[in-house]
């Protein structure tokens, strides 16, 4: 491995298992309870599918290592998926957040201002105002797009991915 290459998280470095356990839980698992459940929407006419994964997937951050592949991955089979099944009423889309605030946000980033040998508030403050919104989101604002993706009124949104991240992700498609 070059010396000049540094990825977080297993990364390059990372055993082969290490490799398969995140293929495992971030493309394999999903796509495993999308076949579980998808007959019996088609089966019902009505269906949705909503991946959570993460803004990796229009651009890789260094630190998810191992889970950026996989990410795009299950991103990948959704859109082939999700254009095969939407004339049964079955949405799939997937739902790509950056930051919110919630406490595993809240442990990565202490454990990344440990590492920096910075004080956490200093830490996130620095970190918010990276963002363009000049925040971080919160649960509630997650929690209604993912039930709007999940409702009735969002049938015609086949396989799409919506970035949720105050616009950190800097692209137009």
């Keep these: 491995m070059r010396e000049d290459i540094v990825i977080i998280g297993g990364g390059l470095a990372g055993s082969e298992a290490a490799w398969q356990a ?15 459940v998808v007959d019996g929407m088609i089966a019902r006419r009505f269906g949705r599918i909503v991946n959570i994964t993460s803004r990796s997937v229009k651009a890789p951050l260094a630190h998810l290592g191992l889970s950026n592949g996989a990410r795009a991955g299950l991103t990948g089979f959704v859109a082939g998926l999700a254009r095969q099944v939407a004339k049964h009423n079955v949405a799939i889309n997937n739902l790509l957040p950056g930051p919110f605030l919630t406490a595993r946000q809240a442990d990565g980033l202490r454990n990344l201002a440990a590492k920096a040998g910075q004080d956490y508030e200093a830490f996130l403050a620095t970190r918010v105002a990276e963002n363009p ?37 800097n692209a137009t498609i």
Aim: proline share 4%.
């Design 22 to 36: 995140a293929v495992n839980a971030n493309m394999v698992t999903p796509i495993m309870l999308i076949r579980a």
């Design 133 to 169: 919104a000049g925040r971080f989101g919160t649960p509630d604002e997650f929690g209604k797009a993912c039930a709007f993706l999940c409702s009735a009124d969002a049938g015609f949104i086949i396989g799409q991915n919506l970035v949720i991240d105050g616009g950190s992700v």
